[in-house]
């Protein structure tokens, strides 16, 4: 065993948008190696989102001495490590010094802070009281088809929880993880008990607080849970050696770093040409993935009225707007 202090990734948490970084109708995920570091040059996700611990969360990670860091396309934790000795092995392992307990989570809130956000990110459904969730460890709401983010590399809106599974998890949350700290304005919510939370009175409170928290930029939630499901744990056990004493069964970091990806999905619209001399209206028949970089060429007789010796922009990120449904992006001509 070492006495030398170190930190260790806990894990390393990868935050991508297909409208930073796609070029085109190419996909950033299709992209190669070359291309995928220009895009990211200049890509940084805190332009357009926030990450913060929740208050007991915060307390956790200074206890557990658990630092974030950020660079421009991840969420980094470190945490201070000892190193230690395999038993029966030649190889060793990195222990958080401070021993984390199974039961052990850290809850991270998600909101936007780009006021065009939701013009430029897919939502896979219209219900204003539904929250996404991104952890190891499936809710008792959901089903089994639910995934896990630690080896589900799926897309945001995979990750949306039902109704009913976003007003357990904001109740929890609340109660369990901000009230304990400052319960400043939550006294109607602290007052539902666990057991009645789908009592309609109790869920329309609950559905209330969602819809005016998402207003507000909330998305959802990451949660790392040192013991997850189906063994996609945060910490391994393993066997140490400890000197001058009998070997020990300690949780530690894997092999190989936990480093799941949350992609946002951007949008696609319909693209509406309007040509203010005439008050000419010219909409593409199909819809086009809205994106910062790249440029997406259009044909006469990909609109409808063709539309001819006109050099037809992209549409940016504002000016969006949906109607029956569609969503439509307003380009002036």
């Known amino acids: 065993m070492s006495f030398q202090i170190a930190y260790k990734p806990l894990a390393e948490i990868t935050i991508h948008h297909d409208f930073y970084l796609d070029d085109g109708t190419d996909k950033f995920v299709d992209l190669s190696d070359e291309e995928k570091k ?29 630092v974030l860091r950020n660079t421009g396309s991840e969420l980094l934790l470190f945490v201070n490590v000892e190193e230690y000795n395999k038993a029966g092995e030649s190889t060793t392992a990195f222990c958080p010094k401070i021993e984390m307990g199974g039961d ?24 204003e009281n539904r929250l996404y969730y991104f952890s190891n460890k499936r809710p008792d709401s959901e089903s089994n088809a639910f995934p896990n983010f ?25 109660t369990k993880e901000v009230a304990p700290i400052d319960d400043l304005g939550l006294e109607t ?9 789908e009592v309609p009175e109790n869920a329309a409170v609950l559905n209330t607080y969602i819809e005016t928290q998402k207003r507000n ?31 020990q069964v300690r949780k530690c970091l894997p092999e190989t770093s936990i480093s799941p990806v949350l992609r946002f999905e951007n949008r696609k619209t319909f693209w509406r ?61």
């Open 38 to 66: 220009s895009q990211l040059t200049s890509y940084d996700f805190l332009n357009f989102l926030k990450i913060t611990p929740t208050p007991i969360t915060q307390r956790l990670l200074q206890n557990h001495k658990v």
């Open 104 to 127: 052990l989570e850290f809850t991270f809130e998600l909101r936007f802070s780009d006021t065009y956000f939701n013009n430029y990110t897919n939502s896979a459904d219209a219900s």
């Open 150 to 174: 630690f080896i589900d590399q799926e897309v945001h809106t995979d990750f949306l929880l039902q109704p009913e599974g976003s007003r357990e998890i904001i109740h929890h949350i609340l």
């Open 189 to 197: 919510i602290l007052a539902i008990d666990d057991t009645d939370i």
């Open 217 to 247: 930029g909330l998305l959802g939630y990451i949660r790392l849970a040192v013991q997850g499901d189906g063994n996609v744990d945060l910490l391994e056990d393993t066997t140490v050696e400890i000197p001058n004493s009998a070997n």
């Open 273 to 333: 040409y309007n040509r203010v001399s005439t008050e000419e209206v010219f909409v593409t028949k199909n819809e086009y993935p809205l994106t910062q970089n790249g440029f997406i060429k259009l044909r006469p007789n990909q609109l409808q009225p063709r539309l001819r010796n006109v050099f037809l922009l992209n549409p940016g990120k504002s000016g969006v707007s949906e109607e029956n449904d569609d969503f439509y992006s307003e380009i002036f001509i």
